[in-house]
T-cell receptor, first 115, second 112 residues
Framework: EAGVAQSPRYKIIEKRQSVAFWCNPI?????LYWYQQILGQGPKLLIQ????????DSQLPKDRFSAERLKGVDSTLKIQPAKLEDSAVYLC?????????????FGPGTRLTVL | DQQVKQNSPSLSVQEGRISILNCDYT??????FLWYKKYPAEGPTFLIS?????DKNEDGRFTVFLNKSAKHLSLHIVPSQPGDSAVYFC???????????FGKGTKLSVKP
């Protein structure tokens, strides 16, 4: 079974530029998550989708971050414009369903450096 | 305001000995706790979990203990192997959507 795929793996941009990350979850997984992991911290949930609907985006900085999951499969996360403090690893995860006991499977992440 | 705390950034253990990783939490609404393991340049992978109705869960070399009154859990690895060297994250869940709150992680180094 293929895992969660993410691209690109690395991205370096200047502040105020825009960037987009792509995630392809495990086939059949209805729930998709985007996490931000700043160096030295644990992953922090940015947004959770159930199929193509948003379940929780309470920690997403909506003035600059946006995410979509068209057709309930792939998802993109965009930052526009980027700030220095956005430098982090962006992790995508998926699970069969939402709820406490659904194991989340993580992709390898995209490491973003904002200069 | 950290709801899940891992106060030891790093731990070094000799191969064959026991590794004990600790985690504290503050939110009494958490009812499910997980440990994830992360190698460099990879995403976290699920290791073991425990429900708040239990005080111990064992899976091979890995055992998680939960002390609800102290709001404390620990992960025991016996015996430790060099391949266990990784960052270990403690996570907690308490909402209906299964959202996870992660600690900062503990880097375990197992020396041959």
């Amino acid at each position: 079974e293929a895992g969660v795929a993410q691209s690109p793996r690395y991205k370096i941009i200047e502040k105020r530029q825009s960037v987009a990350f792509w995630c392809n979850p495990i086939s059949g997984h209805a729930t998709l998550y985007w996490y931000q992991q700043i160096l030295g911290q644990g992953p922090k949930l940015l947004i959770q989708f159930q199929n193509n609907g948003v379940v929780d985006d309470s920690q997403l900085p909506k003035d600059r971050f946006s995410a979509e999951r068209l057709k309930g499969v792939d998802s993109t996360l965009k930052i526009q414009p980027a700030k220095l403090e956005d430098s982090a690893v962006y992790l995508c995860a998926s699970s069969l369903g939402s709820g406490t006991y659904n194991e989340q499977f993580f992709g390898p992440g995209t490491r973003l450096t904002v200069l | 305001d950290q709801q899940v705390k891992q106060n030891s950034p790093s731990l070094s253990v000799q191969e064959g000995r026991i590794s004990i990783l600790n985690c504290d939490y503050t939110n009494s609404m958490f009812d499910y706790f997980l440990w994830y393991k992360k190698y460099p340049a990879e995403g976290p992978t699920f290791l073991i979990s425990i429900s708040s109705i239990k005080d111990k869960n064992e899976d091979g070399r890995f055992t998680v203990f939960l002390n609800k009154s102290a709001k404390h859990l620990s992960l025991h690895i016996v015996p430790s192997q060099p391949g266990d060297s990784a960052v270990y994250f403690c996570a907690a869940s308490g909402g209906s959507q299964g959202n996870l709150i992660f600690g900062k992680g503990t880097k375990l180094s197992v020396k041959p």
